[in-house]
């Protein structure tokens, strides 16, 4: 082989070396850096389903560590000893609980992303506001809606509606709730996108008959990677729900 | 026309928490009390989902919610008066937010159900779950405040006005109810901490007297005993 041509390999090779082991290296890298990174959650929760989401949208790598909540780990009765519940976002073995200031967490850490919440201190109270409502008010209403019978169900069923014309009425023509972009808000509620179906068919009427814009709303959501890598199919979440009836005895 | 109005009243905990927050700052403001029993216009108007106190109104933009307004408060007028409220650093912003969570979400609740009991063993539970809260923001407070005053550390922070609007409360129901709420012997460091917040000047400028708050206190009781005996019959 002339000599130019065997240098010529011989650098090939050792660049493809070199190549190679920053690959690896990078690789190593990547994998400390989710090992900063750990979430300490449920499949199903739409709480935890908040924090992924927000996580997926920075672009941050995490572990992720699913909990049986009838057997909690040691590491999460020691990451949150005061309530004992997930998401628990543990970052460099420091934890984080309530998954709405886990998402301001997130939004504030990895802050070179794009922003979680608005600048703007009134649209960022606006989105605050909203958040807020949103966690008061969806879960406990829509667990009355599966849990209970008779007058108390209808009362649940005349609560919940409202909670979504309240929410439509807010979102009005917009393309999410923070507007042109994706943000709190719109992070705080389409985990319940999947539970639409669970709600209206336990519920006794439909989402999209009273709330069209949400829906199109959280269809126009789950057109993001981050919402339908997380979201889990409406089907699915009714079995949950189903299984959860039958454990408490539920008809 | 002031450009900052807040509609409420300080014997309210959720208004005071504001107010606090408006004094460390030295923000001037018109503050709009609502008379007891009735809604005004204004507030309905400004708070159409939960109609309740208190309101900002910045601009003639409304902001509700406490926490909310609080925040908003922080991040418009970052540097003025005492400085910043929330902590400069994301950790300990996520460490006084999940304790203002458990403050309004499990502590106040159970000093409320402390004055609603109409019963003893009722009263005795409410005040052991009460008091079991505070232990936990005991052990908060001596991990947060490093040895310094406040939650905060050497400044009022968040979760000391989110938990310091409380204060004159649970002495007025101490001395309403003859209990021991704050107990010093189990909770030193709240105790000393108590101390130093009503101490500060900005604090001092907006908490109501006592004796209001425990007259307030017996009358809103008064009305409920009343209410109950009236529905009995």
Known sequence: MPQTASLHLTNRLHI???????????????????????????????????????????????????????????????????????????????????????????????????????????????????????????????????????????????????????????????????????????????????????????????????????????????????????????????????????????? | MAAVKLIGSPISPFVLRTMIALSLKKVEYELLPEKLGEKSELLLKSNPVYKKIPVLIHHDRPICESAVIVEYIDQVWPESGYGAILPADAYHRALHRFWTFYVDDKLFPSLVAIGKAETEEAKAEAVEQFRAGLRLLEEAFVKLSEGKAFFGGDHVGFLDVMLGCFVVWIEAMEEVLSLELLEEATMPALHGWVVSFRAHEAVKEVMPESGKVVEFFKMIRAMRMKAAADAAN
Not at chain 1, 141 to 168: S, T
């Open chain 1, 16 to 251: 493809h070396i070199v190549l190679e082991s920053e690959s690896e290296r990078e690789r190593e890298r990547g994998a400390r850096m989710a090992e900063a990174v750990v979430l300490l959650d449920v499949w199903v929760s739409p709480f935890g389903q908040r924090c992924r989401i927000a996580l997926a949208e920075k672009g941050v790598a995490y572990e992720y560590k699913e909990e049986d909540l009838a057997n909690k780990s040691p590491l999460l009765l020691q990451a949150n000893p005061v309530h004992k519940k997930i998401p628990v976002l543990i970052h460099d073995g420091k934890p984080v609980c309530e998954s709405l200031v886990i998402v301001q967490y997130i939004d504030e850490v990895w802050s070179d992303g794009a922003p979680i919440l608005p600048a703007d201190p009134y649209a960022r109270a606006q989105a605050r506001f909203w958040g807020d409502f949103v966690d008061k008010k969806i879960y406990d209403c829509g667990i009355r809606l599966w849990k209970l019978k008779g007058e108390a169900h209808q009362e649940a069923k005349k609560e919940f509606i409202e909670i979504l014309k309240v929410l439509e009425a807010e979102l009005g023509d917009r393309k999410y709730f923070g507007g042109d972009a994706f943000g709190y808000v719109d992070i705080a509620l389409v985990p319940f996108f999947a539970w639409f179906y669970t709600y209206e068919t336990c519920g006794g009427f439909s989402v999209e008959a009273e709330a069209p814009k949400l829906v199109a709303w959280g269809k126009r959501c789950m057109e993001r990677e981050s919402v339908s890598q997380t979201l889990y199919d409406p089907l699915k979440v009714y079995e949950f729900v189903c299984s959860l009836k039958k454990k408490y005895g539920i008809e």
